[in-house]
């Protein structure tokens, strides 16, 4: 069956997140007046928000918690005295502010649009993800833009993916195609979804996980091609 729809994923698929990460962290360094090195002060915040993540991944967690408990555990870990609503704060306005697309993204976009139906599936939380969806002008892109945070649900979960296809009025099979770079939320979701899944690996890594995507990529150029041969 030909492909007539595509969810996208946004981090690390579409737009650079390490990068904006990078500077939020190191603005958030700088406003705490963390005195340890930049590297450790990331370190220490990853090991925190990179396990909430997951746990908001496992259903464990909802995005509007996630916004302050991380906060809250990471100013804990730093005995810290700020509160986590400031903290939340001034990193979310932070990370809203880093909207730098990966190499070769617009470029496809662009041929992609209005050959393809376009849509956006992100796990993220409402104030960062708009903000930047916005900044790239992607609302004259994608039909939809789902945020897991406004929905209530997350990929890896299909109830996300069914909603999206609800508003598009289409139906969740062969003819979507889910595109991102994590085997469990963006790959596992498609599969629950029932849709066909390309894996962008970028990193050239080995998939070591339970996830099978139909199609993987290396170079989002490649995407074009992949997708004519269905």
Known sequence: MKIKTIFFDVDGTLLDFKKAEDMAVEKLRVYMEDTSTPEEFSNAYHEVNDRIWIELEQGLITGEELKLERFRRFAAAKNHPASPEDLAEYYMTALGEGAYPLEGSQELLEGLRGEYRLAIITNGLVKVQEARLEAMKYGEIFEEMVISEKEGV???????????????????????LMVGDSLSSDI???????????????????????????????????????????
């Open 154 to 176: 997350s990929k890896p979960r299909k109830e996300i993916f069914e909603r999206c296809a609800e508003r598009m009025g289409i139906s969740l099979d062969n003819s979507v």
């Open 188 to 230: 596992g979701g498609g599969i629950n979804a029932g849709i066909r899944t390309c894996w962008y690996n970028p990193g050239g890594w080995k998939n070591e996980s339970p996830h099978r995507p139909d199609y993987e990529i290396r170079h989002l150029e490649e995407l074009p091609d992949l997708i004519q041969t269905f």
